[in-house]
């Protein structure tokens, strides 16, 4: 069974740019595993950040943006602010209507 | 305004069914396909299950195959999760996602705000 794989915790300093990464655990990500990207605060619900690789919901700021870097997903945060400071969670499409969360990143600011 | 709101969670006893209900307003409801994803208490998301927007096709998790079932009544824009053999393993809260749109299906773009289910004896 394939895992999608997501450093545990990652550390920015205000202002600071970090970036991400969401993989699997056998093979490469690629555009047609539609990668998205959701942040959630503590007792919150999700907030969707990016889906289809790189493509910002509505009301994200530009300082989130997606890409494929390598053979994984990327998220990267320009500007990191303190608000920031969430888990950060990526999908990806498997096929067969199969969708897989990764297990989160924690952002500490 | 995108508005999801789920309902129906509690505590059941393990081998036990819940049905949980999903309201959609602010959107037509009959023209997105629509997902359920959980969150077991300290742990990460996790996706259950989707519907297509005429419910002719879903698709599950391994581990809820065969004992969950979504559905969907698009006149009553309401999506649902019958959860039936439950397990201590799927405490959890439940949300309602709708998809993106737009062609975008696998992705989630409004979130509920969740309902909390709970197996125990």
């Known amino acids: 069974q394939t895992v999608v794989t997501q450093e545990p915790s990652f550390s920015v300093s205000p202002g600071g740019t970090v970036t991400l990464t969401c993989g699997l655990s056998?093979?490469?990500?690629?555009?047609?595993?539609?990668p998205s990207w959701y942040q959630q605060a503590p007792g919150q619900a999700p907030r969707t950040l990016i889906y289809?690789?790189?493509i910002r919901s509505s009301g994200v700021p530009d300082r989130f943006s997606g890409s494929i870097l390598g053979n994984k997903a990327a998220l990267t945060i320009t500007g990191a602010q303190a608000d920031d400071e969430s888990d950060y969670f990526c999908v990806l499409y498997m096929g067969r209507g199969i969708s897989v969360f990764g297990g989160g990143t924690k952002l500490t600011v | 305004e995108v508005q999801l709101v789920e309902s129906g969670g509690g505590l059941v006893q393990p081998g036990g069914s819940l049905r949980l209900s999903c309201a959609a307003s602010?959107?037509?409801?009959?023209?997105?396909?629509m997902h359920w994803v959980r969150q077991a208490p300290g742990k990460g998301l996790v996706w259950v299950s989707r519907?297509?927007?005429?419910?002719?096709?879903?698709s599950y998790a391994d581990s809820v195959k065969g004992r969950f079932t979504i559905s969907r009544d698009n006149a009553k824009n309401t999506l649902y999760l019958q959860m039936d053999s439950l397990r201590a393993e799927d405490t959890a809260v439940y949300y309602c996602?709708?998809?993106?749109?737009?062609?975008?299906?696998?992705?989630?773009?409004?979130w509920g705000q969740g309902s909390l289910v709970t197996v125990s004896s």
């Open positions: 519907i297509n927007s005429d419910g002719s096709s879903t």
């Open positions: 289809s690789t790189n």
């Open positions: 996602a709708r998809a993106v749109g737009g062609g975008v299906v696998t992705a989630m773009g409004y």
């Open positions: 056998s093979g490469s990500v690629s555009i047609s595993n539609y």
């Open positions: 602010g959107f037509t409801f009959s023209r997105y396909w």
